[in-house]
């Protein structure tokens, strides 16, 4: 989990940069939507293999 400090940290200075710039409205957003979208599909990446993983470790010799 030690992407998300790291992702934080960018995009809280990318949008600080964004503010000095004077498309700032529209590239904070775009921004801020990408940060989203990372998270989310890191958040799936997770799941997907920790339900992987359990699925697996299901026995079916029965």
Known sequence: MSVIPIMWAFAKARIELARHDERGEITE???IIAVFAALAI???AIVVTKVTGKAESINLDG
Do not use: E, H, T
């Open 29 to 31: 957003k775009v921004i």
């Open 42 to 44: 890191a958040v799936g």
